[in-house]
């Protein structure tokens, strides 16, 4: 049998049994042989193709293991980008630009802003700073983390939001200390009350916005994302159908309903399960259930065990009721969902294994796979309980280090010394649990190398110096965070056995990288690119040469 592709030099295969080899081919979409050069000879015809590495090397495509790829389609392609910006002004004349280059919106959206650029320079969030830029349609700009809203006046009107009204979502309308006005400041899933200002997007909207992120993410080397929430659920969930019917979707794509126990019933579960048995595509399921406990440490929305530094007293409060949660989460595992849990703060993650154990002390199941994301306040108590429950790490490497613009303003304002030992990452390896690498796109840069590289320094991207050096104790080995971010990313997905590593029978998912990152200055990482990105043997994306 000749194959069609064969593959020479270096290639990292994510196989723990064997995590090198000199050689691989491919037929029919399929990896046929893994192994040294001279055994892949026999493979080679007069029409097989030859790639070699070169100075690089072969991996398998990557997994992003918590993104919002829809979300973030919609906002790349129809709403105003303040990410990076770094002062209020600039964030008002950027909104006031993107105004007057696309008059006549029925409304207007945005993402990006810093809680610690408002906080730095003094300011606050307000409804009349927008209203001079926009006064007479809605307009919503998000935080870049995605918890918090600032919206106009006019949004709150026609939200119907104003004096003396109570949200009844997991969330905060954030009043006027003076007035009890809405200030034009939401937090977390009170953002729920502002949107029913605007109407979601489309079907049609989110398959056009869709395929030039999906190019865009597999240039870099993913192949394979995980979207815990579709928000706009309906719309966004029938678009990634409809692209996978068409054979548009090249991602192979896994995503998740959101349940809230503070305000659904176990009815929504059983909606969830009609629709995930409703469609088995090739590139698209929807399988997962994901909860959100708390909110974030920037906005003092997190749930601690013990007081915020700078706030006496206050812990902050969990987004719904232990027991409103276990009996939600008990009944998604009773109906063959896997959970995905957003808790960020320790006593939000101490809730969310609380469940997971209430979960299983009835029939358990020994494949279950359930999984918490962020894990940024963490005790060791808790880390070895997450372990004996075989959970798993969807971590954020991308966010490991002492971020200049927030961490002292924010994140040790707020945690104090806890700050100092925040988002452990190798006392996941040390208790042997399954990590996942996830940027949490689009609140950071989705390219994979970036959060690789952060996990092996727990460095800034290139800081050579490592002044932004945050508990090297917790850095993991190259080889390591390669694995979470391939192998382990599909287990995740329950993909393990058709994808995540270079070894005979799974689908040919691979990249090739400019370099060996394994035998490169770790601060580099982040230098290193994809030259071609190949799902199921078909070149997806090949880097152009420049002249």
Not at 159 to 179: H, Q
Request: with cysteine; charged share 25%; aromatic share 10%.
């Amino acid at each position: 049998m000749f194959a069609d592709t064969v593959l020479k030099g270096k290639v990292f295969t994510s196989n723990r049994a064997a995590l090198r080899a000199d050689a691989a081919a491919i037929k029919d979409g399929t990896f046929v042989y893994v192994g040294d050069a001279q055994g892949v000879e026999e493979f080679i015809g007069p029409d097989t193709e030859v790639l070699e590495s070169g100075d690089g090397m072969f991996m398998p495509g990557f997994c992003d293991a918590h993104m919002h790829f829809s979300s973030g389609a919609g906002q790349f392609a129809y709403e105003i980008d303040i990410v990076g910006l770094e002062t209020v002004d600039q964030y008002i004349d950027t909104i006031r630009e993107y105004v007057e280059k696309n008059p006549g919106r029925e409304f207007y959206k945005g993402m990006g802003w810093d809680n610690a650029v408002f906080e730095n320079e003094g300011k606050t969030q307000t409804k009349e700073l927008l209203d001079a830029v926009c006064p007479d349609v809605p307009m919503l700009i998000g935080s870049y983390d995605g918890h918090s809203y600032w919206v106009n006046s006019k949004c709150l009107e026609k939200a119907g939001i104003g004096l003396g009204f109570v949200s009844k979502e997991a969330g905060t309308i954030v009043l006027d200390p003076e007035t009890q006005e809405p200030t034009g400041l939401v937090r977390d899933w009170a953002m729920n009350d502002v949107f029913r200002a605007i109407r979601p997007y489309t079907v049609e909207e989110f398959k056009k916005a869709t395929l030039p992120l999906q190019d865009d993410l597999i240039a870099v080397g993913l192949t394979n994302i995980y979207e815990p929430i579709l928000r706009d659920e309906e719309t966004a969930q029938m678009a990634l159908e409809e692209l996978d019917i068409e054979h548009k979707l090249k991602l192979k794509v896994t995503s998740g309903f959101y349940c809230k126990p503070e305000s659904e019933t176990l009815e929504k579960i059983d909606r969830c399960a009609k629709v995930r048995d409703s469609y088995h595509g090739d590139h698209y399921q929807c399988n997962n259930i994901k909860f959100v406990l708390d909110g974030v440490i920037e906005s003092g929305t997190a749930y601690l065990k013990d007081e915020y530094t700078d706030k006496p007293g206050f812990t902050g409060k969990p987004n719904c009721t232990p027991e409103a949660y276990n009996e939600m989460v008990k009944y998604a595992k009773e109906q063959g969902f896997q959970v995905h849990v957003h808790a960020i703060g320790d006593a939000a993650i101490s809730m969310a294994l609380d469940g997971f154990e209430y979960a299983q002390a009835t029939d358990p199941v020994e494949d279950w796979r359930p999984t918490i994301t962020h894990l940024q306040v963490m005790s060791d108590e808790d880390i070895d309980r997450f372990a004996v429950l075989k959970g798993i790490a969807a971590a954020n490497p991308t966010w490991h280090f002492k971020d200049p613009v927030c961490y002292e303003s924010l994140e040790h304002a707020q945690l104090g010394d806890r700050a100092e030992s925040e988002y452990p990452l190798g006392k996941f390896w040390d208790r042997g649990m399954v990590v996942t690498t996830a940027t949490d796109f689009p609140v950071s840069n989705p390219d994979p190398m970036e959060g690789l590289e952060v996990g092996v320094t727990r460095c800034a991207p290139g800081d050579v110096s490592e002044e932004t050096l945050l508990d090297a104790n917790q850095r993991v080995s190259v080889e390591d965070m390669i694995c979470a971010g391939t192998i382990n990313g599909a287990y995740q997905n329950f993909l393990e056995d058709r994808i995540g590593s270079i070894e005979v029978g799974k689908d040919a998912d691979f990249v090739l990288m400019d370099r060996d990152i394994t035998a490169i200055d770790p601060h580099t990482i982040h230098e290193a690119q994809c030259l071609m990105t190949v799902i199921d043997g078909k070149v997806m994306y090949k880097k152009e040469v420049e002249a």
